[in-house]
T-cell receptor, first 116, second 113 residues
């Protein structure tokens, strides 16, 4: 299994509070991704990173920000959590990038976030 | 808008049966087609990746095919086992989405002993 950890694994918070999720990899892969998974919507890309300090938006980026100060760490921040951000969040990594013909993504175990 | 669709949403079969999971996509301009497995409460595990120039890939009891002209991929599971019970997702990176993976909503497979 690819060396990807996410922390925390579970979190319950209240509306309006800031929340930061962490993804840590030991594979030295260049690309890192944050997805959310919701019933009826499947997996949707929030943000991704193509290198240290290089990030871009995905499909559902509103209300989220990211940072990557080291190759191994990718942080997802909810500045002011809302109930609509209750979800399971997955981090993923890949070696070659978004459009690599043979590039697959490896996923972390997920973080279950509940916003009350 | 590019979409990936998986039908049915759920499937239940008896152990030992051969089965096919379906995936369709709206645009043939894809870099590859990927199949993942997700166990309850877990992350996704990559099963097979078919490059756009390929027609199929095999791994053990799994065989995935790709027909870009019809916008379809299938995942064939031979001699199913209860341990195959999981949700299976397909995903494709589309050219005009900058290669970002677009996922189907998955087929939840249950293999009954």
């Amino acid at each position: 299994d690819a060396g990807i950890t996410q922390s925390p694994r579970h979190k319950v918070t209240e509306t309006g509070t800031p929340v930061t999720l962490r993804c840590h990899q030991t594979e030295n892969h260049r690309y890192m991704y944050w997805y959310r998974q919701d019933p009826g919507h499947g997996l949707r890309l929030i943000h991704y990173s193509y290198g240290v300090k290089d990030t871009d938006k995905g499909e559902v980026s509103d209300g989220y920000s990211v940072s990557r100060s080291k190759t191994e760490d990718f942080l997802l921040t909810l500045e002011s959590a809302t109930s609509s951000q209750t979800s399971v969040y997955f981090c993923a990594i890949s070696e070659s990038g978004l459009a690599g013909a043979d590039d697959t993504q490896y996923f972390g175990p997920g973080t279950r976030l509940t916003v009350l | 808008k590019q979409e990936v669709t998986q039908i049915p949403a759920a499937l239940s079969v008896p152990e030992g049966e051969n089965l096919v999971l379906n995936c369709s996509f709206t645009d043939s301009a894809i870099y590859n087609l990927q199949w993942f497995r997700q166990d309850p409460g877990k992350g996704l595990t990559s099963l097979l990746l078919i490059q756009s120039s390929q027609r199929e890939q095999t791994s053990g009891r799994l065989n995935a095919s790709l027909d870009k002209s019809s916008g379809r991929s299938t995942l064939y599971i031979a001699a199913s086992q209860p341990g195959d019970s999981a949700t299976y997702l397909c995903a494709a990176p589309f050219y005009n989405q900058g290669g970002k993976l677009i996922f189907g909503q998955g087929t939840e497979l249950s293999v009954k002993p």
